[in-house]
């Protein structure tokens, strides 16, 4: 997430009061700040994740075809310091090394998406279906299955196949729905029979806002106030198409479940006894969402989008809302189509009203009639947006249960990021802290009776953070990639998520206390392996180029030399 988004936070403001009001709040009461011993159920299922795009790399390899996001990143200007992921993690081609790093850390699951493009070059089945991709997608699925590890596999991490950018406009045009049920139904009858969990679309937020209003992701289109709901309409239609393909046509041979993971911080009221700020809060989540889980839990938009968009377009002098309508039918389509609802979550803002006049300028944000505000009290390591909140994690959990009738979750996405700083340190311990705060908080959410079946770090490698390139680093494992290996350290995280999977949760008081020590006393190698891999890669240059070409002129030498000798004698 960018710059220009942190932007977007008006203020900012010290909440000394607020904070203290906010106390009231239900079910948190007497708890805020309390640590919680204790352990997950037995089976909760613990993992990390990643997404095509960002990790993979080979982005013209073996048959691929181009996604929005290569075109959009080999654009000047789009991205932080023009990088792209044309390589980025070498995921395509060192599977096997991450599969090991996984097995150590003994996850139950790992996340990763599929890349429309590498399947269906042109984005079409009856164009092409490209064997080597699907060929990478089976060694992955199965070795992981091999070493116990179950797939979570998303269909659609934002690499929208270009061609149907270029030809249809993307996700502009309702024809979407339909291609990408062809590529959904191919994935589950090629690798249905050993994948068993599905996310038909990550973060849809994201692809909506800014895909198509703001323009800071793929494809970069600016379409203010009309571009992300249409975009949000037809991505709703097709996830649910996807869930009848599957329910119709796959669920009583594969038995597998079929959901999506939503993105959502949480936001807070700033002061708790007034109402307009409540109102306010509400929406906030309401329109980020709510926009996509009311339609698929039940069976329409929330009505506060209806009320607040209808009424803006109305004002514009609009004959109809800016918000698409679903028919009755389609609405009793889309409802009821998730199995689980997959959550990522990663910081929480102050919300309070504030109006906008409609007119020239409507968008997204306008149409919301607020301003996000944070606390500046709160820790801020990494990405300027992620402000480390954990309270507002269980209010979020909280809020699913009781909006959505108490739906299976899986944590899909939850983690910390740190910037690029010129020495690079693996002792994270503020990413330690975010994970023990963040976890627990789950656990907290848990005993309130939310139906949390699993947890999903963010990420388990450092990797292209879209907009923001390689600047912004969420990995449990540092990827150098200066060096063209690309080989992956251990930071100081791992060894505490170690810990708490190998606990299934925070067993007591004294132990807990120590993992921090622990983990930092590794990390210092790890440290210093770092800072030694300059020389390392130049050893492996001198042992991959230099050696063999003293060695192949020396052999021709002796041959030169050999030929004179022989031409002496005879
Ligand atoms: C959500 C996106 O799904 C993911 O790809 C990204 O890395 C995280 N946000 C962090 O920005």
Sequence with gaps: MSLQRMLKLHYVLVLVLCVSASEDFDWTKNER???????FPTGFSWGAGGSAYQTEG???????????????????????LNDTADHSCEGYYKFKDDITLMKDMKFNHYRFSISWPRIFPNGIKADHINEKGIKYYDDLIN????????????????????????????????????????????????FGDRVKYWVTFNNPWSSAVEGY?????????????????????HIIKA?????????????????GLVGISLLADWGEPVDITNQRDIEAAERYVQFYMGWFATPIFNGDYPQVMKDYIGRKSAQQGLGTSRLPVFSSQEKSYIKGTCDFLGIGHFTTRYITQKNYPSGRGNSYFTDRDLVELVDPRWPDPGSEWLYSVPWGFRRLLNFVKTQYGNPMIYVTENGVSE???????????????????????????????????????????DKFEWDEGFSERFGLFYVDFLNKNKPRYPKASVQYYKRIISSNGFPNQREVESWKRKATETCSS?????????????????????????????????????????????
Excluded at 59 to 70: E, L, N, R
Excluded at 451 to 461: D, F, I, M, R
Excluded at 531 to 537: E, F, G, I
């Design 143 to 190: 070795m992981l299955l091999d070493n116990n590890i179950t797939p979570i596999v998303t269909l659609y991490h934002w690499d929208l196949p270009q061609v149907l950018q270029e030809k249809y406009g993307g996700w502009q045009n309702v024809s979407m729905v339909n291609y990408f049920n062809d590529f959904a139904n191919l994935c589950f009858e090629r």
């Design 419 to 461: 910037k690029v700083q010129r020495c690079t340190d693996l002792c994270d311990d503020w990413r330690m802290q975010y994970f023990k705060d963040y976890i627990n908080e789950m656990l907290k959410a848990l005993k309130d009776g939310v139906n949390v079946k699993g947890y999903t770090a963010w990420s388990l490698l």
């Design 526 to 570: 790890s440290n210093q392996l770092l800072a030694a891999d300059p020389l390392t890669s130049h050893m492996e240059m001198v042992t991959e180029i230099v050696v063999p070409t003293v060695c192949t002129l020396c052999i021709l030498l002796a041959a030169v030399f050999l030929m004179f000798l022989l031409r002496g004698r005879f």
């Design 58 to 80: 080979a982005w013209d390899k073996d048959g691929k075809g181009m996604s929005i996001w290569d075109v959009f990143a080999h654009k000047k200007g789009k991205i932080f």
């Design 33 to 39: 700040g309390s640590f919680y011993y204790g352990t």
């Design 213 to 233: 209003e703001t323009g800071e992701h793929a494809p970069g289109l600016k379409l203010r106030g009309t571009g992300a709901y249409k975009a949000a309409h």
């Design 239 to 255: 996830h649910a198409k996807v869930w009848h393909t599957y329910d119709t046509q796959w669920r009583s041979k594969q038995k």
